[in-house]
C-alpha cells in the first residue's frame, strides 16, 4: 500500500532549537497538508500545498514556522526558534485534490523542553 | 461556534450494537464529507467519504448526509470492541476542517 511517510517520528530538544520535519507524500498527489495535534485544540490545519504551490498558510505562526516543497518527492516543516508551546504531534496528509480523500502519515511527536 | 461540531462523548455502546456518531457544520458552502478513525497514539484513517445526500455504505459502516440540514453521521452495524476510538467528522467548504472528535468505546 502507498503510504505518506514522515521523519522523525519523534524528537526532543530544547527551545530555541530549529526543528526540521519532513514527508514525503504518496506518489501522484497532488496536494499537501500539515496539521498539528493537540488535546486542547484538536486537529489544526498549518498550511496545505497543490502542485507545490502553497496555497494557504493562515494557520500558521508567520515569525516561526516556514513551509516548503522543494520537489513533488518532499515536503518540510520548520519551526525556529521552536518553544514549549509548539509541542504536538504533527501530521503531514497527502490527496488527488485539496476535497478528497486525504492519507495521514504516522505524525511526528515533537517534545520542545 | 466551531465550523464542525461532534459531541467528544465517550459514547459507549454494548458488542453487537449500532454506534450513531453525529456531526453538524456550519459552511453551507462545504460539498465533501469525510469520517476518520483515529486510535490512541495513531494517526487518522479514513472510514468514509461522502459527496451527495442520502446514505453511502461500505460493510459495517454507513454514512449520512443531509446538506439542508446541514448534519453528517456515521453508524457503525455490530459494534466490536476494535472499533473502540475517536471518529472524527471534516468537511470541505474551501478547506478541511476537522471537528474535535467523539470517543467510541465499545464494552464486550
Known amino acids: 500500500d502507498a503510504r505518506v511517510t514522515q521523519t522523525p517520528r519523534h524528537k526532543v530538544t530544547e527551545m530555541g532549537q530549529e526543528v526540521t520535519m519532513r514527508c514525503q507524500p504518496i506518489?501522484?498527489?497532488?496536494?499537501v497538508f500539515w496539521y498539528r495535534q493537540t488535546m486542547m485544540q484538536g486537529l489544526e490545519l498549518l498550511a496545505y500545498?497543490?502542485?507545490?504551490?502553497?496555497?494557504?498558510d493562515s494557520g500558521m505562526p508567520k515569525d516561526r514556522f516556514s513551509a516548503e516543497m522543494p520537489d513533488a518527492t518532499l515536503a518540510t516543516l520548520k519551526i525556529q526558534p521552536s518553544e514549549p508551546r509548539d509541542s504536538a504531534v504533527y501530521f503531514c496528509?497527502?490527496?488527488?485534490?485539496?476535497?478528497?480523500?486525504?492519507?495521514f502519515g504516522d505524525g511526528t511527536r515533537l517534545s520542545i523542553l | 461556534q466551531k465550523e464542525v461540531e461532534q459531541n467528544s462523548g465517550p459514547l459507549s455502546v454494548p458488542e453487537g450494537a449500532i454506534a450513531s456518531l453525529n456531526c453538524t457544520y456550519s459552511?453551507?458552502?462545504?460539498?465533501?464529507f469525510f469520517w476518520y478513525r483515529q486510535y490512541s497514539g495513531k494517526s487518522p484513517e479514513l472510514i468514509m467519504f461522502?459527496?451527495?445526500?442520502g446514505d453511502k455504505e461500505d460493510g459495517r459502516f454507513t454514512a449520512q448526509l443531509n446538506k439542508a440540514s446541514q448534519y453528517v453521521s456515521l453508524l457503525i452495524r455490530d459494534s466490536q470492541p476494535s472499533d473502540s476510538a475517536t471518529y472524527l467528522c471534516?468537511?470541505?467548504?474551501?478547506?478541511?476542517?476537522f471537528g474535535a472528535g467523539t470517543i467510541l468505546r465499545v464494552k464486550s
Open positions: 506518489l501522484g498527489h497532488n496536494t
Open positions: 471534516a468537511a470541505y467548504g474551501n478547506k478541511l476542517v
Open positions: 500545498f497543490r502542485n507545490r504551490a502553497p496555497l494557504d
Open positions: 461522502i459527496y451527495s445526500n
Open positions: 496528509a497527502s490527496g488527488l485534490e485539496s476535497n478528497q480523500p486525504q492519507h
Open positions: 459552511d453551507r458552502g462545504s460539498q465533501s
